[in-house]
């Protein structure tokens, strides 16, 4: 139970890192952006899954600018980082990829 409200806590503080720089109507990823989420995903997997971390970057970063909703693209993407099996990870990715649809 603790351990599920420590991701929700985690995923929140995601979103709120990289959310609150991009409040803009212009769809942008910035370097910035990119490594609040970047420390945010790694501290969240202790520091070891930089071969997660980095992909999803890029992911969010070229889903973002072309025009996906950043609110969208980094839930899913905080899904992604927490997902407790391959199932969980699948639907977020699933999530991920609707967000261009958004």
Do not use: Y
């Amino acid at each position: 139970m603790l351990r599920k409200i420590f991701q929700h806590l985690v995923s929140g503080l995601v979103v709120l890192s990289v959310g609150l720089t991009s409040c803009t109507g212009t769809p942008r990823w910035n370097e910035a952006q990119e490594k609040n989420f970047l420390r945010s995903c790694l501290q969240h997997a202790n520091w070891a899954s930089r071969d997660k971390c980095v992909p999803l970057s890029d992911e969010i970063r070229d889903l973002v600018l072309a025009g996906a909703p950043q609110k969208c693209v980094l839930t899913a993407a905080n899904k992604i980082i927490i997902a407790p099996d391959t199932e969980a990870e699948d639907a977020a990715r699933a999530a991920l990829a609707l967000c261009l649809e958004s």
